[in-house]
Antibody, heavy 121, light 111 residues
Framework: EVQLWESGGGLVQTGESLRLSCEVS????????MSWVRQAPGKGLEWVSS????????NYAESMKGRFTISRDNSKNTLYLQMNSLRAEDTAVYYC??????????????WGQGTQVSVSS | QSVLTQPPSVSGAPGQSVTISCTGS?????????VHWHQQLPGKAPKLLIY???NRASGVPDRFSASKSGTSASLVITGLQAEDEADYYC???????????FGGGTKVTVL
């Protein structure tokens, strides 16, 4: 059974940093791209960042470029999202999702339960 | 403003059919990138419903079907049931953004 478990969320002040983690099990982690998707209160899903199976290709939504860094440790089956210079508008539930292939264009086929990030001004 | 456009809400009586549209452009759906659909039940994480335009994910009943044509896609729910009340999101990939894109979501209400 595929399982994804996010951790690392919390309440921080504007300008501070957080590092989210997503531990996965049930599939060959290194063979699949991974993504972070967020959902602000009462809003829809917003893609944040993706990383290829090897980690060699990363993509970011425009508003996250330069502030967020996605990475993965294939030996630990873990995905990360380092978030710096956090803003109030980054407040959201952050989901990690596995993708259906090694490329970042594939469907997001499994989702974690989400971790809450709240940024206070 | 989402890159993919969906109606904010649709509704239908039990047993009826509803259709959710997802309109993109030549940099995403029109560029031959596949469309996928996700269901988000109230208070839950999203779940993959349809992948690669028309394939049902494991365990998804055949009441759910989807298709893609040109720069648009659609999801059809036939024989609407109370448990289908949820938010539905289309997802694709965008060349100009070099990343995934979502529709704004459609809330399905069973009357």
């Amino acid at each position: 059974e595929v399982q994804l478990w996010e951790s690392g969320g919390g309440l921080v002040q504007t300008g501070e940093s957080l590092r989210l983690s997503c531990e996965v099990s049930g599939f060959t982690f290194r063979s699949f791209a991974m993504s972070w998707v967020r959902q602000a209160p009462g809003k829809g899903l917003e893609w944040v960042s993706s990383i290829s199976g090897s980690g060699g290709t990363t993509n970011y939504a425009e508003s996250m470029k330069g502030r967020f860094t996605i990475s993965r440790d294939n030996s630990k089956n873990t995905l990360y999202l380092q978030m710096n210079s956090l803003r109030a508008e980054d407040t959201a539930v952050y989901y990690c999702a596995s993708q259906g292939g090694s490329g970042t264009f594939h469907e997001m086929d499994h989702w974690g339960q989400g971790t809450q990030v709240s940024v206070s001004s | 403003q989402s890159v993919l456009t969906q109606p904010p809400s649709v509704s239908g009586a039990p047993g009826q059919s509803v259709t959710i549209s997802c309109t993109g452009s030549n940099s995403n759906i029109g560029a031959a990138y596949d469309v996928h659909w996700h269901q988000q039940l109230p208070g839950k994480a999203p779940k993959l419903l349809i992948y690669t335009n028309s394939n049902r994910a494991s365990g998804v009943p055949d009441r759910f079907s989807a298709s893609k044509s040109g720069t648009s896609a659609s999801l059809v729910i036939t024989g609407l049931q109370a448990e289908d009340e949820a938010d539905y999101y289309c997802q694709s990939y965008d060349d100009s953004l070099s990343g995934s894109v979502f529709g704004g979501g459609t809330k399905v209400t069973v009357l």
